[in-house]
């Protein structure tokens, strides 16, 4: 059974600083990884989906990698800012599952102080 | 414009009642979805639908009734609700690829409160 995980579960950092969020599944069959971010009484808003076949995916500040083998992805994000205070979520598209069903971790809330 | 609509964004009802919840999406996606977010934020799969056929049905009572009457639409009907039922519902689509699907767009969301 697909399980997804992200680490840590609350982030706190002063603005400008660049930080890293985890995220690790425990099935590497997959058809792909969603990073997405939701602001608190808002839907989610999709930031970089990376097919397995990929190794990486570039938005701007953001950067996400994958490495499939060793079920783990991350989120890079340079140069921080408050308005990128929100949570932010990995879901990811297991092969045995029919459907096109997201998978998704508990998110990581981030908080960037001005 | 916006991509994928829901009606209503709150939801306050008595236990027992049965409401509905609508969906929409202008995007041209052949495949919608639900899901909902408990009280711990965490986000799980209810229902999958392609080119309005069901694709995912994911251990939901069957209190629980989703329907697709076309591609854009996707409604979720749910009967003598419990107070377990308070969440945030939310609907998505996108298109549908060789068995995978591409980016999901998520719409704002619908906050069920029983009471």
């Known amino acids: 059974k697909q399980e997804v995980t992200q680490i840590p579960a609350a982030l706190s950092v002063p603005e400008g600083e660049n930080l890293v969020l985890n995220c690790s599944f425990t099935?590497?069959?997959?058809?792909?990884l969603q990073w997405f971010r939701q602001d608190p009484g808002k839907g989610l808003t999709s930031l970089l989906l990376?097919?397995?076949?990929?190794r990486e995916q570039t938005s701007g500040r953001l950067n996400a990698s994958l490495d499939k083998s060793s079920g783990r992805s991350t989120l890079y994000i340079a140069a921080s800012q408050p308005g990128d205070s929100a949570t932010y979520l990995c879901?990811?598209?297991?092969?045995?599952?029919?459907?096109?069903?997201?998978?998704f971790g508990q998110g990581t809330e981030l908080s960037v102080k001005p | 414009d916006t991509a994928v609509s829901q009606t209503p964004k709150y939801l306050v009802t008595q236990m027992g009642n049965d409401k509905s919840i609508k969906c929409e999406q202008n995007?041209?996606?052949?495949?919608m979805y639900w899901y909902k977010q408990d009280s711990k934020k965490f986000l799980k799969i209810m229902f999958s639908?392609?080119?309005?056929?069901?694709?995912i049905n994911e251990t939901v009572p069957n209190r629980f009734s989703p329907k697709s009457p076309d591609k854009a639409h996707l409604n979720l009907h749910i009967n003598s609700l419990e107070l377990g039922d308070s969440a945030v519902y939310f609907c998505?689509?996108?298109?549908?690829?060789?068995?995978?699907?591409?980016?999901?767009?998520f719409g704002p969301g619908t906050r069920l409160t029983v009471l």
């Open positions: 990376i097919q397995s076949s990929q």
């Open positions: 639908y392609n080119n309005k056929e069901l694709i």
């Open positions: 879901a990811v598209i297991p092969v045995r599952n029919q459907g096109g069903k997201l998978i």
């Open positions: 995007l041209g996606h052949d495949t």
């Open positions: 099935d590497s069959a997959i058809y792909n």
């Open positions: 998505a689509s996108s298109h549908w690829d060789r068995g995978a699907t591409d980016t999901q767009y």
